[in-house]
């Protein structure tokens, strides 16, 4: 069933954004893809994870090691999570424009990321089939280090980053620049991610989006959002690709 928001002015950079409804995915539609960074292609630091663990005690939470993982997850990118909750509490126009306030103005960390297992594989098989692009709602310093230190740079032709577009994710703007600078139309480009930001991007752009399982989205919040595909990781797209 689609979901379709109120609000008294235009949503997103787009005045039709209307109805997202979720879809089989249409393989003779891809042309190029769009990948997020956190949760997505950068893995959540599960030693922290496992320090928290000893804070989420099973009493109160069903699934302690799930909790612990999205609360570091929404420690490393508090936006995307913040907007997730945004979603579902019907405030999401007030938090989109904190969100895009935010990517803008944080402080970018010095720490060591962590790489979704099996991604370099993945990247290296659809290396060449289909143009590739990162659209982040980081800032580009952090996206290209991020991206250098496990030398993915030359993976992709274009890199979208928060300040690449006049706004960030949920807007489509991102995706709408990605697709423009890869040549391709956006209703050509699959979205892949993982939270209802990323779907939300792909899908208002007109692109298609798949949901991935490794990072911070559960599974029926992305397909609420649209997506036409989940993964229960980022690695299993070029599987999926090549069926």
Same mark, same amino acid.
């Given at each position: 069933?689609? $979901?379709? @928001?109120?609000?008294?002015?235009?949503?997103?950079?787009?005045?039709?954004?209307?109805?997202?409804?979720?879809?089989? %995915?249409?393989?003779? /539609?891809?042309?190029?893809?769009?990948?997020?960074?956190?949760?997505?292609?950068?893995?959540?630091?599960?030693?922290?994870? +496992?320090? $928290?663990?000893?804070? #989420?005690?099973?009493?109160?939470? /069903?699934?302690?090691?799930?909790?612990?993982? /999205?609360?570091?997850? @929404?420690?490393?990118?508090? !936006?995307?999570? $913040?907007?997730?909750?945004?979603?579902?509490?019907?405030?999401?126009?007030?938090? &989109?424009?904190?969100?895009? @306030?935010?990517?803008?103005?944080?402080? +970018?960390?010095? =720490?060591?990321?962590?790489?979704?297992?099996?991604?370099?594989?993945?990247?290296?098989? %659809?290396? *060449?089939?289909?143009?590739?692009?990162?659209?982040?709602?980081?800032?580009?310093?952090?996206?290209?280090?991020?991206?250098? +230190?496990?030398? %993915?740079?030359?993976?992709?032709?274009?890199?979208?980053? !928060?300040?690449?577009?006049?706004? &960030?994710?949920?807007?489509?703007?991102?995706?709408? %620049?990605?697709?423009? =600078?890869?040549?391709?139309?956006?209703?050509?480009?699959l979205m892949i991610g993982d939270t209802t930001v990323d779907?939300?991007?792909?899908?208002?752009?007109?692109? +298609?989006?798949? *949901?991935?399982?490794?990072?911070?989205?559960?599974?029926?919040?992305?397909? /609420? #959002?649209?997506?036409?595909?989940?993964?229960?990781? &980022?690695?299993?797209?070029?599987?999926?690709?090549?069926?």
């Amino acid at each position: 069933m689609g $979901l379709f @928001w109120r609000s008294a002015i235009p949503k997103y950079s787009t005045p039709d954004y209307g109805t997202i409804a979720a879809m089989s %995915l249409d393989l003779s /539609r891809i042309k190029a893809l769009c990948f997020d960074v956190d949760g997505t292609l950068s893995d959540t630091d599960d030693l922290y994870k +496992q320090k $928290l663990l000893r804070f #989420f005690p099973k009493f109160l939470f /069903r699934d302690p090691d799930h909790s612990a993982r /999205r609360f570091v997850m @929404w420690a490393e990118a508090p !936006g995307n999570a $913040l907007l997730g909750v945004a979603d579902t509490l019907g405030i999401d126009d007030e938090m &989109t424009a904190v969100i895009d @306030w935010m990517s803008r103005h944080r402080r +970018q960390s010095s =720490k060591k990321f962590l790489l979704v297992p099996g991604v370099d594989d993945m990247l290296h098989q %659809l290396k *060449g089939k289909y143009p590739m692009s990162v659209v982040s709602a980081r800032d580009e310093r952090g996206t290209i280090r991020f991206l250098e +230190q496990f030398d %993915l740079v030359n993976y992709f032709d274009v890199i979208v980053t !928060g300040l690449s577009a006049e706004h &960030t994710k949920p807007y489509p703007d991102p995706v709408l %620049l990605a697709a423009r =600078k890869m040549n391709v139309n956006p209703e050509a480009c699959l979205m892949i991610g993982d939270t209802t930001v990323d779907m939300r991007a792909g899908k208002s752009a007109g692109a +298609q989006a798949a *949901g991935v399982l490794c990072g911070f989205g559960e599974k029926e919040e992305l397909l /609420r #959002f649209g997506a036409d595909l989940i993964l229960e990781t &980022t690695s299993d797209l070029a599987g999926e690709l090549f069926r």
